[in-house]
């Protein structure tokens, strides 16, 4: 990408993995808390890193950034994780420019998710943009992209309809219980955590079960207090976990701690209990399963399940590529704009000195020298001339690259790369 004057790096890269390859537990040695990722970036800085995003969710952990070479953003990950170069190299992808920009566009409008349209991904690519523009770690391409990316995922949402239905993982779970559990109305429900998973399943419970016996448990109490008054249901003490869970009938994990919450020495109820786990890492241990009246579900299979929306969203996807397509090219044209940016800055200063010369030598031959008019005349010469240059440069009937070499040769420009 170093031709487009974007970076002091060469290459822009994707690197990550996904549920495409990796199972839960392996996009459980790669996941990023809060203080993970904060702990990355800055380590990014000081290996002189200048552009980075950095996105952690249960389906996939990816890096977007430039670099010499992928292994640097590799290490990076590896460094603040509990997962290994060999476990990466296993699972992982590598995208490099053009491949790297084609696989945000895909991954942030929903085209790459493991439900078809499912658009939370987008919210958090904003707010890790968001984060690493806070910490000086967003360069101007990958703002933009970002920018045009978020851009097309609204007119994929809005012109086609690839999310029509209420298809997501919190959604997904719900439908579960629906189509297993019989007279799920009337089941004890406990929900453990209530982060943005856990909020979603919350509300999808109340919509769809029409039950109203549903109780929230938080590490922090108030936060479960916050959407259990949105919703009228019940809170308890997380000191009570084990109590609840033996008064339940269907218990959902949605929690994001780094270690199973749950296994078999809380549970003492004898009674059916369907253990719903949404947490990556997984959260609950999978030795709940040798107790007889256990059944315990991860997102990952909770995912795999396809009814007639996910079908009938697929005849979407042609018209979301169009508009991708469609939006690419258009960053694609601001991009080539970079590569002639820095002469045209050059050019404009060459010309400023051509007019600060020429204004020193009128200024000394006339007494009633007009300074102030003077000055004002040049400057709007100087954009005229600038702007000619930039539109021919802009046409694509003309090679950009020897349009460049000649403006520098009979300019005599050494334009100076902006970084």
Same mark, same amino acid.
């Given at each position: ?10 290459y ?27 702990n ?82 987008i ?150 209990l ?8 997984k ?9 007889? +009246?256990?059944?315990?579900? /991860? $997102?990952?299979?909770? *995912?795999?399940? @396809? #009814?007639?929306? &996910? =079908?009938?969203? %697929? ?13 690419k ?11 002639f ?36 005349i ?8 600038? +702007?000619?240059?930039?539109? /021919? $440069?802009?046409?694509? *009937?003309?090679? @950009? #690259?020897?349009s &460049? =070499?000649?403006? %520098? ?11």
């Amino acid at each position: 990408m170093q031709k487009y004057n974007i970076s002091r790096s060469n290459y822009f890269y994707a690197i990550g993995l996904s549920y495409k390859k990796a199972d839960a537990d392996i996009r459980g040695h790669f996941s990023l808390d809060d203080a993970s990722k904060l702990n990355l970036l800055n380590q990014a800085k000081e290996n002189g890193i200048e552009s980075l995003v950095v996105t952690s969710t249960c389906n996939r952990t990816e890096i977007y950034g430039f670099a010499q070479h992928p292994f640097q953003l590799i290490q990076l990950l590896c460094d603040n994780t509990t997962g290994t170069v060999e476990e990466f190299q296993e699972v992982a992808y590598i995208y490099k420019n053009n491949d790297a920009i084609a696989h945000m566009f895909r991954v942030g409008s929903g085209l790459d998710s493991q439900i078809l349209g499912d658009f939370e991904i987008i919210s958090q690519l904003k707010t890790s943009a968001r984060i690493s523009k806070k910490h000086g770690l967003l360069n101007h391409f990958t703002e933009r992209l970002v920018n045009v990316v978020i851009q097309a995922s609204k007119r994929i949402k809005n012109e086609t309809e690839i999310s029509s239905g209420a298809t997501s993982v919190s959604f997904a779970s719900v439908q579960y219980i629906l189509n297993t559990v019989q007279d799920v109305t009337n089941k004890n429900i406990l929900l453990f955590g209530t982060g943005k998973i856990g909020r979603n399943t919350c509300e999808n419970l109340v919509k769809h079960t029409k039950n109203e016996h549903i109780t929230l448990i938080n590490r922090t109490k108030d936060k479960a207090e916050q959407i259990a008054g949105k919703f009228n249901l019940l809170v308890k003490d997380y000191a009570n976990l084990q109590e609840e869970i033996s008064h339940s009938d269907i218990l959902i994990v949605a929690t994001g701690a780094h270690r199973p919450t749950i296994d078999k020495h809380i549970i003492q109820t004898k009674k059916p209990l369907l253990i719903l786990d949404l947490s990556i890492p997984k959260n609950v241990n999978e030795d709940v399963e040798e107790l007889d +009246n256990v059944s315990l579900l /991860h $997102l990952d299979h909770l *995912s795999k399940i @396809t #009814d007639e929306t &996910l =079908e009938a969203r %697929k005849a979407h996807i042609p018209l979301a590529e169009s508009i991708i397509e469609e939006v690419k090219a258009e960053f694609n044209q601001w991009l080539e704009t970079r590569k002639f940016a820095p002469t045209i800055k050059a050019l404009k200063h060459k010309l400023a000195d051509f007019a600060s010369a020429e204004l020193e030598t009128q200024r000394k031959k006339n007494a009633d020298f007009n300074e102030a008019q003077a000055e004002i005349i040049s400057n709007k010469i100087i954009q005229k001339i600038t +702007n000619h240059f930039a539109h /021919h $440069l802009k046409d694509e *009937s003309v090679s @950009t #690259d020897d349009s &460049l =070499e000649l403006i %520098k040769k009979v300019f005599q420009l050494e334009p100076k790369t902006n970084v």
